[in-house]
């Protein structure tokens, strides 16, 4: 879609709609450039960067237009501290999961966009363009999960030892696969019953994801119990718990015994 096109500053449609258009906007931008790229031979450091750049500068444009009063923190961008005492923020993470976009077949990546006010995300919605699915603030599809034996926690491929206590604590397993993104909405799309992140993460990894599954009725923190903070001058969270609320107490135990 033309950055140009689809209403301009007196657009009536509200924040989640917003959020939500322009990460499937950007989700099928992304599915064309890895298809165009791959079948032109690109290698995966150009596929990465082409993705990164043309899905930043579309949502960029599109915020522009839609909502040209906000301020705007991007991965992908310069960090203009004016946002710090903006009203609203948008929090853009173009392309979560890089490498795994890369990967011919591969699901494992994500689109990122929330608005900030007052330090959270009002209005948030993550796609995964090639699953072909949308998740927001508005209208999420929440899973309920399946008749399974043991409740799922999953977590980064490099990230085990606090997911295997979680899994420990609550008799479950553990899962690992790319993008920040990817496995929040596992949780909210019942695939999953926990995330762990436990390191720090910036906060485009973090804030659509939080939001939409918060807004989800899921239980969100920081891996150290804290309240997420977002539109910080060092855009950093302390990790990233998801968790379905009949487990939070035991997920939170663990990880701080």
């Not at 980064?156 to 496995?183: L, N, P, T």
Request: glycine content about 12%; hydrophobic content about 40%.
């Amino acid at each position: 879609m033309d950055a140009a096109a689809g209403g301009g500053a007196d657009d009536h449609r509200d924040d989640h709609h917003v959020a939500g258009l322009l990460a499937q906007e950007a989700g099928d931008l992304l599915l064309a450039v890895r298809d165009d790229g791959m079948a032109a031979g690109w290698g995966q450091w150009r596929l990465q960067d082409e993705g990164d750049r043309r899905a930043h500068d579309h949502l960029v444009a599109r915020l522009a237009r839609l909502r040209p009063d906000d301020t705007v923190l991007s991965e992908e961008g310069h960090d203009d501290s004016s946002r710090l005492d903006a009203e609203r923020t948008w929090i853009l993470d173009p392309l979560d999961g890089t490498r795994d976009y890369c990967r011919p077949g591969s699901v494992e990546w994500a689109v990122h966009v929330a608005l900030v006010v007052d330090g959270w995300p009002v209005a948030a919605a993550v796609a995964l363009p090639a699953s072909g699915a949308l998740f927001g603030t508005g209208t999420s599809p929440v899973g309920r999960p399946p008749e399974r034996d043991r409740p799922v926690v999953v977590t980064s491929r490099s990230q085990w030892g606090e997911a295997e206590q979680v899994a420990s604590a609550i008799g479950g397993v553990v899962r690992s696969f790319g993008s920040a993104g990817v496995k929040a909405m596992a949780v909210v799309s019942g695939r999953a019953d926990v995330y762990v992140h436990p390191s720090g993460l910036y906060e485009w990894d973090a804030c659509a994801p939080a939001g939409v599954a918060a807004a989800a009725g899921f239980d969100v923190a920081g891996v150290d119990g804290s309240r997420l903070e977002f539109n910080k001058p060092r855009p950093v969270v302390p990790g990233l718990v998801v968790s379905r609320p009949e487990y939070t107490e035991r997920v939170f135990g663990a990880l701080h015994w």
